[in-house]
């Protein structure tokens, strides 16, 4: 397993960095990330992607996930960082969690593949926004080389194997548990594979839900990659992005930002 996914320290600053260099450009592309924003991230885990916002002045911040652990570890990190008293982490479940607010930002980043139902979720999510508001959406394509998660196997073969997600399903069990994993963690990426998401569902279900799209990038390699692994991000070519089912499997991260437009009484 990779270090990362037993460091959460690592993982939050891998997180922060990644965020600060082109999530928020991106953001900024639509709407400034000054202090009069405020800002909610769902599935935040430790917090990682809510410091830069922070850094930045941002008005109000808050972070909610289903992980007990996670949030008491994101208080344990904001605690020691000047101003971390003023970032909110709930633990809950975001269906339960209406009674946050409305924010200027509401952002997901590698949460999207991991929700059930995400028809239901993407349309759920409208009453975090303020009017004018954005939601900032990044997500793995199901069946890019490692849709299925793989890389956090135990076994370090089956966590370098490509595409392997993309077997059957009792097939894929066989080869998790054949190759050491334990029950629970084939549990966990057998259910990664009912959830995995591509583009064109993705993209099926926000104009369903009445979202219009303010940005969309595509990356063949993740920008999150430059600090996992050394690699350049670059983005996919305009040919082969063109082409919905080749792009599914070479789209690495997919960011989008999507809006409620604003109708006049």
């Known amino acids: 397993m990779h270090e990362r996914h037993v460091d959460r320290e690592l ?11 082109y999530v928020i450009p991106f953001i900024e592309s639509v709407l400034p990330a000054t202090g009069s924003l405020s800002v909610l991230e769902i599935g935040c885990g430790e917090g990682g992607n809510l410091l830069p916002f922070l850094e930045a002045g941002c008005s109000r911040l808050a972070g909610i996930d289903l992980s007990e652990s996670k949030i008491e570890n994101a208080r344990s990190f904001y605690s020691a960082i000047p101003g971390g008293d003023r970032v909110e982490f709930i633990a809950a479940d975001i269906y339960d969690s209406a009674s946050a607010g409305t924010f200027d930002i509401v952002m997901m980043r590698d949460v999207l593949e991991h929700i059930h139902d995400q028809e239901r979720f993407i349309g759920f999510v409208k009453r975090f926004l303020n009017p ?91 920008p999150n990659f430059e600090i996992k692994f050394g690699l350049k991000p670059r983005r996919l070519p305009q040919f082969p992005g063109r082409i919905p089912f080749l792009r599914n499997f070479i789209t690495t991260t997919g960011y989008y930002i999507i809006s409620v437009p604003h109708r006049e009484p």
Do not use: V
Not at 11 to 21: C, L, N
């Open 11 to 21: 993982y939050f600053r891998e997180q922060a960095h990644t965020t600060s260099k």
């Open 132 to 222: 004018g508001g954005i939601l900032f959406i990044a997500f793995p394509p199901w069946n890019n080389p490692f849709g299925g998660h793989q890389q956090m196997c135990d076994s370090r073969l089956l966590s370098k194997m490509p595409w392997i997600h993309l077997l059957p399903r009792r097939l894929y069990r066989r080869l998790l548990l054949a190759a050491g994993e334990s029950q629970t963690r084939t549990d966990g990426l057998l259910e990664i594979k009912d959830t995995g998401i591509n583009i064109g569902r993705f993209e099926r279900a926000i104009k369903k839900e009445g979202f219009f799209l303010e940005n969309k990038s595509l990356w063949l390699i993740n």
